[in-house]
C-alpha cells in the first residue's frame, strides 16, 4: 500500500459557506506564519493536513473559477484540461501555492516562446504516491 505525502492546508471559514483553501504549505510551522501573514479581521482561519493533491486540486479549481474560466494574460478561455496553474512569485523566491499567488494561464501564454516561462519549461512535479 503506498503512503501518500501529507501537507498542511489553510483553510478561511465564512459562515454559512465552505471553507476555501488558500494555501498548500509543507508544515504546520509554515502554515502558521501564513496565517500570521494573511490574517484579516472577521475570517476564521483553520489549519489542517490533507494530501497536497487534495490541497493543490482545490486551490487549482478555486483560481479557475475565479478567474472566470479564461487565461489572465490573452483572455481566451480554457478548459479545465487545457488549464495551467501559473504562481506569480515563485515558490524558489518565496511564493507559495495559494489562491492569491495564483492565476490560470493557457499552454501558449505560460511555455510559449512569450509566455511566462520564456524558453525555459517549466518544471512540473510528479505524484509520488502515483508512481509507487
Same mark, same amino acid.
Given at each position: 500500500?503506498?503512503?501518500?505525502?501529507?501537507?498542511?492546508?489553510?483553510?478561511?471559514?465564512?459562515?454559512?459557506?465552505?471553507?476555501?483553501?488558500?494555501?498548500?504549505?509543507?508544515?504546520?510551522?509554515?502554515?502558521?506564519?501564513?496565517? +500570521?501573514?494573511?490574517?484579516?479581521? /472577521?475570517? !476564521?482561519?483553520? =489549519?489542517?493536513?490533507?494530501?497536497?493533491?487534495? $490541497?493543490?486540486?482545490? *486551490?487549482?479549481?478555486?483560481?479557475?473559477?475565479?478567474?472566470?474560466?479564461?487565461?489572465?494574460?490573452?483572455?481566451?478561455?480554457?478548459?479545465?484540461?487545457?488549464?495551467?496553474?501559473?504562481? +506569480?512569485?515563485?515558490?524558489?523566491? /518565496?511564493? !507559495?501555492?495559494? =489562491?492569491?499567488?495564483?492565476?490560470?494561464?493557457? $499552454?501558449?501564454?505560460? *511555455?510559449?516562446?512569450?509566455?511566462?516561462?520564456?524558453?525555459?519549461?517549466?518544471?512540473?512535479?510528479?505524484?509520488?504516491?502515483?508512481?509507487?
Amino acid at each position: 500500500m503506498s503512503r501518500q505525502r501529507t501537507c498542511w492546508a489553510v483553510a478561511i471559514s465564512r459562515f454559512p459557506d465552505p471553507p476555501r483553501v488558500v494555501a498548500a504549505l509543507k508544515s504546520e510551522k509554515l502554515a502558521l506564519r501564513w496565517i +500570521r501573514d494573511h490574517e484579516k479581521p /472577521g475570517e !476564521e482561519l483553520m =489549519v489542517g493536513e490533507r494530501t497536497r493533491a487534495e $490541497a493543490v486540486a482545490e *486551490i487549482r479549481r478555486q483560481v479557475y473559477e475565479r478567474d472566470g474560466r479564461t487565461c489572465v494574460r490573452c483572455g481566451r478561455p480554457v478548459t479545465w484540461e487545457q488549464m495551467h496553474l501559473h504562481e +506569480r512569485k515563485a515558490r524558489g523566491r /518565496g511564493g !507559495e501555492i495559494s =489562491v492569491e499567488n495564483s492565476e490560470t494561464s493557457c $499552454a501558449a501564454c505560460h *511555455i510559449g516562446p512569450q509566455g511566462a516561462h520564456g524558453n525555459r519549461r517549466p518544471q512540473f512535479s510528479r505524484n509520488k504516491a502515483a508512481s509507487d
